[in-house]
C-alpha cells in the first residue's frame, strides 16, 4: 500500500513541476508549486520524517509561497507573450530532452546501484534536534547566503516594481 501512495503522489509531483513550467501565468504556476511542495510533504511523511513533513508545509508550501505570490503581485505581472521559437528549437527540443533524462537515468542507476532499496518509515534523521544541529553547524553559511538572496531578491522585486510604477 505504502509503494501505492508514492506512486500517486510522485506522479502528482511531477505532473504539478511540469504545470509550474508550462504555465503561462505566474499565478498558475505558484499554485502549481504549492501542489508541489505538498504531495513532496506527504511523501516525506511516507519515509517516516514527521518533522520535515511539518516543515514543508509550514515553511515551504506556507512562508515561501505566500511571499512568492506576493511578489507576483507586486510587480504586476501579467501572462506570458506566446512566441514561437525557432524551427529547430520545436523539433529537437523534446527528443534531447528524452535524451539527457535518459543519460541521467542511467548515470544514477551507475552511480548509486550498491544503495539499498528504500524502506517506508526506516528514516530516523529528521528529527528537530538533528535538523537543528546540521542547520546550524554543517550549513549554516549555506542557509545564511540563502536567506541575503532572498532578501536582494525581494527588494530587487520592489525596486522594479517602483520603477515600473513612475
Do not use: W
Not at 43 to 48: D, P, V
Not at 87 to 106: D, E, K, Q
Not at 108 to 119: H, K, Y
Not at 121 to 150: C, H, M, N, Q, W
Amino acid at each position: 500500500m505504502n509503494t501505492v501512495f508514492f506512486l500517486v503522489f510522485g506522479l502528482i509531483v511531477v505532473v504539478c513541476a511540469i504545470n509550474v513550467v508550462v504555465q503561462r501565468h505566474p499565478i498558475s504556476s505558484a499554485i502549481s508549486l504549492i501542489g508541489v511542495m505538498g504531495s513532496l510533504a506527504i511523501i516525506y511523511l511516507q519515509l517516516g520524517a514527521e518533522f520535515m513533513a511539518a516543515a514543508q508545509i509550514i515553511v515551504y508550501t506556507g512562508a515561501v509561497m505566500v511571499l512568492f505570490i506576493f511578489v507576483i503581485m507586486l510587480l504586476n505581472a501579467g501572462s506570458e507573450e506566446g512566441g514561437k521559437g525557432p524551427l529547430t528549437v520545436r523539433l529537437l527540443g523534446v527528443p534531447l530532452l528524452l535524451v539527457f533524462l535518459g543519460l541521467l537515468s542511467y548515470l544514477i542507476q551507475r552511480l548509486f546501484s550498491d544503495t539499498g532499496p528504500v524502506r517506508f518509515g526506516d528514516f530516523k534523521g529528521g528529527s528537530p534536534a538533528d535538523v537543528g544541529r546540521a542547520l546550524f553547524s554543517t550549513y549554516l553559511l549555506p542557509f545564511e547566503i540563502t536567506s541575503v538572496l532572498i532578501l536582494i531578491a525581494i527588494l530587487g522585486a520592489i525596486v522594479l516594481a517602483r520603477k515600473e510604477l513612475d
